[in-house]
């Protein structure tokens, strides 16, 4: 992994990417937003970071294909240097769009289909039971489709999260195996109870970890060679990855401060060892310049500097709700007014939210505290990166509130 180029300055304009493959910049003013505004979020950020919340954060804010605002805040890691403009962050759960968008590829290609059962690839999981408690369990009404694992309906859990036999069992099962592949790993949650009947409940879950270990299945090789050939080398994703393999970037790693760098119970992962797990759920970590590509690609309708990744049609099935009439689920992550797509919250209402946003909106973000979301009716999207589990979920309704508040004309008027 590596970029050439030297740091931006928070809040500065440049006429001219950041890096060589970056998406070029403009003025706030002529995308629409008003840069007193957006400065305004750099400053309450900034009042957050002054106050010993987390060390520092990136926020990238693009529309119509141009990035409106840069900014590179606080410190790379506590007591240490200025965050430099292509540092290097755990994205968590912001890997999950990557993994669903790989398996849609494998669909358009007819690899893969949607109404397949998981067991026609992972032939594990062609019976299973669903706990009715901590000691018993019933068969499963039907098999989980390659389709529930996209959208969160598959009946599997996460276990470090809510309480329930099946969420017990993985915790256990987790903390006894320790670091497996996703082969591995999807044939040990095959032995394990699911917490819901398939196609039922929207449960948060080890779900893309498992479609990672389908990739690969189909593929025939390791989840990040697959991503190094359909994504990140024709996307010039260049500090995108399971780990970072050259030690001259490792200076470039954001880093939590002490005392906030577990999620849940379990520390946060370390970038610099090439790690036998490599989670289509979790595992990647990334900069704000190489995700505003992939997000920008999606928002072009699946193709970017002449490069085709998906069809239009592809990427609107994806970022729409697939959940419908189904039971959200006690622990349903993106909250009022949103649905879930293949990969992403979707919005579903203007209102209800206590965030503000755009109906069919999508997005997702990463327990370590990174942040995506893109708005196609306001042709926008954008970016934040930080590392502090404790810190991520208040500071993006901030962020979007803020951002929004900074919008000052609609795409047709600017």
Known sequence: MHRLGSLLIAGALAATPLFAADLPQVAPEAAGFSAERLDALDARLQKRIDAGDFPGAIVLVARAGEIAHFSALGAQTEGGGKMPADAIFRIYSMTKPITSAVAMM?????????????????????????????????????????????????????????????????????????????????????????????????????????????????????????????????????????WVEDEADWSRLAEAKEGDRNIGNIPMFNPREDRVFESGGGGLVSTAQDYARFAQMLMNGGDLDGVRFLSPQTVAYMTSDHLGDLEHGKYFLPGPGYGFGLGFGVRLELGVSPAMGSVGEYGWGGAAGTYYWSDPRSDMFAVYMMQSPAARVPLRATLRNMVYGAMMKTPASY
């Open 106 to 242: 494998l669909v358009e290609e007819g690899e893969l289909g949607l109404a397949d059962p998981l067991s026609a690839y992972l032939p594990e999981f062609e019976n299973m039971t669903v706990a009715t408690g901590h000691d018993s369990t019933e068969p499963a009404k039907r098999p989980i489709t390659i389709h529930d694992l996209m959208r969160h309906t598959s009946g599997l859990t996460y276990g470090f999260f809510g309480v329930g036999p099946a969420r017990d069992a993985l915790k256990t099962m987790m903390t006894e195996k320790g670091d497996m592949s996703n082969r591995e790993l999807a044939r040990e949650l095959a032995k394990l109870p699911l917490e819901h009947q398939p196609g039922t409940t929207w449960e948060y879950s080890r779900a893309t970890d498992v479609l990672g270990a389908v990739i690969e299945e189909i593929e025939g090789k390791p989840l990040g060679e697959v991503f190094e050939e359909r994504v990140f080398g024709p996307l010039d994703m260049t500090d995108t990855g399971f």
